[in-house]
């Protein structure tokens, strides 16, 4: 947990973007960095859910595995659907020693940082037919926007390489400027983020899909006016979103 404060994050892929309705479908949740996994993130404070083409909102259990948690379902509706996860880690100090510690100051009066910490992910995958051009949308849900407090938003769609996608960064419901991303995908190997961007005054990036495979999107924000006295200085949120299957055309 405490690796948190260091940076590591989650984010959660499908093993496939594509299954049938009626078919059980798997993804995974993953805890680490720049598509590194680094062990299991604590589970008792995880929630995970699924929200179907009509919005509809299913909690999903987390089966730990060896690098990851597993979720299960079986989509009984036709259409996009979007899987979240929510990682609420609590308060981390830095004691005046130098170590990181979880609580606040409440437990560490001297502490030089405390923060509140707080984690999102999220991915996408199509169960049956879904076509956003075949005039049947009032009965797809718009779920590119889950109402996170910090997200990162584009277009669910089937993306090839050479696709350029739009990111746009929100925080409790507004846009975000000058937010730090990062961006990597399953066919880098380095152990850091591929690619950095900054978001302009809009909250937007464009990036341009240059490889193929699953990629990840990440961003971090610190709140300073959100902390509480007495408890912890500033409110640290995490979220990513995984674009899945990107294939050559």
């Known amino acids: ?30 805890y680490g ?24 909102r299913v909690k999903l259990k987390l089966l730990p595995n060896k690098d990851s948690y597993k979720l ?10 979007a899987v979240d996860v929510e990682n609420d880690i609590g308060p981390i100090v830095v004691t005046k020693g130098g170590l990181y510690k979880p ?13 509140y910490y707080y984690q999102y992910a999220k991915t996408y995958f199509v169960t049956g037919h879904f076509c956003a051009a075949c005039g049947d949308l009032f009965k797809q849900a718009d779920l590119s926007f889950l109402g996170h407090e910090l997200e990162l938003v584009l277009s669910p769609g089937n993306y090839q390489v050479g696709d350029e996608v739009m990111l746009q960064v929100r925080y409790r419901g507004g846009l975000l400027p000058e937010a730090m991303i990062a961006a990597t ?16 005054g809009k909250g937007q990036v464009k990036v341009a899909l240059s490889d193929p495979g699953n990629w990840l999107f990440y961003v971090r924000h610190a709140d300073q006016n959100r902390g509480v006295p007495g408890e912890y200085d500033a409110r640290v949120m995490s979220a990513t979103l995984c674009l899945a299957g990107v294939r050559r055309s």
Do not use: C, Y
């Open 1 to 30: 947990m405490l690796r948190v404060a260091l940076g590591h994050e989650m984010w959660v892929l499908p093993d496939d973007t594509h299954r049938s309705r009626g078919e059980e479908t798997h993804l995974r949740v993953f």
């Open 33 to 56: 960095h720049a598509m590194n996994p680094d062990g299991l993130a604590k589970g008792a404070r995880i929630a995970a859910r699924a929200i179907d083409p009509g919005g509809e």
């Open 72 to 81: 299960r379902l079986t989509p009984e509706r036709e259409g996009l659907w």
């Open 103 to 115: 609580g606040s100051r409440k437990e560490f009066r001297d502490a030089r940082e405390a923060a």
């Open 185 to 200: 995908w399953s066919g880098w190997h380095k152990p850091d983020w591929a690619q950095r961007f900054v978001s302009n």
